[in-house]
């Protein structure tokens, strides 16, 4: 927080270096040697056509898929490569998946209670106290998110764009460095979106943010920087005004809805 | 919050259970004391195996194993307690001259009290470690624990001359110089069981409503997003797996000093499944209702076998369907639903409580 007023005057400071990143399942090339950087406190979105290696990428980043060859380095010098996912998050990685991913058993504010950055061992969580600390920053997490009138209720219950935005919360709560999120707003209706996009922003304050998104006037409004990848390799990188007069790009992905894209 | 209100709660329903349980004693005979004393030491077992099977979302169809090593090692001390130092019987019989060294080593009451726990954690938590590690779950694990009941019972079975073989160990007549077939005795163990119930459930009531428990339920509904939350979820399952095999071990070493006889039936894959029934049938995740499920499925066993033998199976699998098909919750949901109820047809009432609806969450 203390930090945000000079962070403007600074240079940018590298989060994540990937350098030759190669994914294979069987005899598909998921990343084909796909590098990528990004700095500190940056909005970053992945476009690309399916099966461009989007998500593969976040899985590789977050830990749930290993790569064959390759390297990834978080902040200055932690390697991921042979790390669980466990550790990764506890490094400050975060993972928010496309399809809602929360516990239904558990109330709302439980939920964001067990996700919140904290020791997470079994002695530290047979001991924990609810600190009026934490209490607090659950509250603004809650106000955050617009579910403070819904914490004592079971998250199973909560419409789709609210499992959304609890899930956000939850990863919120990890204070991670580095954020990915798996197509935020797919299944949102319009008015969840612009709050989502808003949700976005304010993330943006504390942590980078890596977003994979289809939808075109989303990632137009939110993008600092767009990277569109193509059959797992990348094919450009840079705003969204470079990447639409990149040739290539509008080639293989906006070829087809070259007029949406200019409209 | 008023008296009326706490004896609805999980931890007012099971104080009016334990006044009852202490009063029975004086209406029924020694023998229907007796097998009562027997079904609470199930009941101790099921709360641990809740832990895992109904917070946790891990289903172990091999408890029978864990209870039944506490049995068996308490047999073991009783017995050499009781034969004051001489062999078995068995043992003679295949020609053995001393006693084995681990006998030797559970004549000791204290080895063998802190074995009947320790060893049911130590073979759950290697289990645990070589299964939760990498990531085998769901019905393969349950495949697993069924496997450890084959691999035991055949232990016990081919192992004659250390275990007793099919036939068990039935020579239990005395500990600590108490006879075990005197009225006193059993009624001393019936209360020590009702205490080891009390003590365990609250240590499990504690346990589940901590944050930890919290964890737990969170492994059963994601596991994934647990792990990318930072929880090395592995760890938890095989913590809570090695604490509810060492309550079943303690569950086990007070049943067999009510029984007087352990045979290798009595843990083998059948039981290991009923007592899994036993939870479905009370109540997965409730804590309170599997000890009702135990309870009330072991009376039901010996009434009915009791009076008609006959149609003693068709009934337990008739009341295994009526469960899953109308009560999938359980017994506990039947409270639930009734409350549910209630509350429709007491709207003002209920609006007059509302002010107190955050008292659910202390």
């Known amino acids: ?88 998050a506890r490094k ?133 920087k767009v990277t569109v990848m193509h059959e797992g390799t990348l094919l450009s990188e840079g705003t969204m005004e470079e990447i639409q007069q990149n040739d290539k790009v509008r080639e293989v992905y906006l070829g087809s809805k070259g007029a949406d894209a200019h409209a | 919050m008023g008296l009326s209100k706490w004896i609805g709660t999980k931890q007012g329903i099971f104080i009016v259970l334990l006044v009852l349980l202490a009063v029975l004693p004086l209406i029924l005979n020694d023998f229907h004391t007796n097998l009562l004393g027997r079904y609470l030491a199930f009941a101790i ?131 600590f110089g108490f006879s075990l077939s005197s009225p006193q005795t059993q009624l001393f163990l019936y209360f020590l069981t009702l205490v080891v119930l009390a003590a365990v459930f609250y240590f499990c009531f504690k346990l589940v409503n901590s944050r930890f428990g919290k964890v737990l339920i969170a492994i059963r509904d994601g596991e994934n997003r647990l792990r990318f939350s930072g929880y090395n979820t592995a760890y938890y399952k095989m913590v809570v797996f090695t604490l509810s095999a060492g309550i079943a071990g303690l569950a086990g070493m007070l049943y067999v000093l009510q029984i007087r006889i352990i045979t290798p039936t009595m843990i083998d894959i059948i039981p290991s499944i009923e007592m899994a029934l036993w939870v479905a049938i009370g109540g997965r995740g409730t804590l309170l209702g599997p000890i009702f499920g135990a309870i009330l499925a072991n009376v039901g066993t010996t009434f009915f076998s009791e009076n008609y033998p006959e149609l003693w199976t068709y009934f337990i699998g008739l009341v295994f369907i009526v469960v899953i098909v109308f009560l999938p919750g359980g017994l506990m949901s039947i409270g639930n639903k009734l409350k549910r109820k209630r509350r429709g047809s007491d709207h003002e009432e209920a609006e007059q409580q509302a002010g107190s609806a955050a008292d659910k969450h202390s």
């Open chain 1, 1 to 88: 927080m203390k930090k945000q007023n000079n962070k403007q005057d600074q240079p940018l400071t590298s989060i994540l270096k990937c350098r030759d990143v190669l994914v294979k399942f069987g005899d598909f090339t998921a990343l084909d040697r796909f590098s990528f950087g990004m700095a500190d406190k940056e909005i970053h979105f992945l476009i690309g056509p399916n099966g461009a290696g989007k998500t593969t990428f976040l899985d590789v980043l977050c830990g749930l898929t290993k790569m064959s060859d390759g390297s990834i380095t978080f902040q200055k010098n932690y390697s991921i490569d042979d790390k669980k996912e466990f550790e990764i």
């Open chain 2, 45 to 175: 077992l099921v709360i641990g195996l809740d832990l895992v099977w109904g917070y946790t979302g891990i289903l172990s169809l091999g408890h029978g194993i864990f209870f039944g090593l506490g049995a068996y090692i308490m047999a073991i001390y009783v017995t050499t307690e009781s034969s004051g130092g001489a062999l078995p019987d068995f043992m003679m019989w295949s020609g053995m001259t001393e006693l084995p060294f681990l006998w030797e080593l559970l004549s000791n009451p204290v080895a063998a009290i802190l074995l009947g726990i320790l060893l049911p954690m130590a073979i759950a938590s290697l289990l645990g470690f070589f299964t939760f590690r990498n990531r085998i779950k769901g019905v393969y694990f349950t495949i697993l624990t069924q496997a450890l009941v084959l691999v035991t019972v055949t232990l016990i079975v081919s192992q004659q001359r250390y275990t007793g073989g099919s036939d068990g160990l039935s020579g239990l007549s005395t500990m």
């Open chain 1, 92 to 224: 400050g990685i975060g993972r928010k998946f496309q399809a809602p991913s929360i516990f239904p058993h558990l109330t709302v504010q439980e939920n964001l209670e067990v996700a919140m950055k904290q020791e997470k061992g079994v002695f530290s969580m047979l001991r924990a106290k609810m600190t009026k600390k934490q209490k607090e920053k659950i509250d603004r997490q809650l106000e955050i998110i617009g579910l403070a009138g819904k914490r004592d209720i079971l998250a199973g219950g909560l419409s789709h764009g609210q499992k959304q935005w609890l899930e956000i919360g939850m990863v919120m709560m990890q204070e991670p460095e580095l954020l990915l999120l798996d197509e935020p707003i797919a299944g949102m209706t319009e008015e969840e979106e612009e709050k989502t996009g808003s949700l976005l922003r304010e993330l943006k304050q504390d942590c980078s943010l890596i977003v994979v998104e289809h939808d075109m006037d989303f990632v137009r409004e939110y993008a600092e």
